[in-house]
């Protein structure tokens, strides 16, 4: 599991130093990902909790940490799956939908895609 997680953090892009604000901003909506990112969770949603528009939670956040706020919302996603993984061998469609993924397939690839493997490989 650890040669998984070696990557997991997304690459911070170079560029003129972003204002207080947004680093603030941005710092908010990894919070708000981070404690709710097994619920449904919209980019309207997550922008409204956060005090801002949609168009700007996803700026700034892309122009802060160099990924979408899709994309990180994924890998919490899997990340959490890896842990559960061993206490749900054989039930991967309900750990898939437990952690907001709308199937068993779309949780496979997205895990295929960010591991190098299926998900029924780990546990």
């Excluded at 919070?31 to 909790?49: K, M, P």
Aim: overall charge positive.
């Amino acid at each position: 599991m650890e040669s998984v997680l070696a990557d997991a953090g997304p690459a911070r892009p170079a560029g003129p130093t972003p204002s207080p604000a947004w680093r603030r901003l941005a710092r908010a909506l990894e919070e708000r990902l981070a404690t709710g990112f097994d619920e449904v969770l919209s980019l309207e949603h997550l922008a409204r909790d956060c005090g801002t528009s949609p168009f700007h939670a996803s700026r700034v956040y892309r122009c802060i940490t160099g990924s979408s706020l899709h994309r990180q919302l994924n890998r919490l996603r899997l990340r959490e799956a890896l842990f559960r993984l061993p206490d749900m061998r054989g039930r991967l469609t309900e750990l898939a939908l437990e952690l907001g993924f709308s199937s068993h397939s779309h949780f496979s690839s997205a895990f295929r895609a960010e591991y190098g493997q299926a998900p029924s490989t780990l546990g």
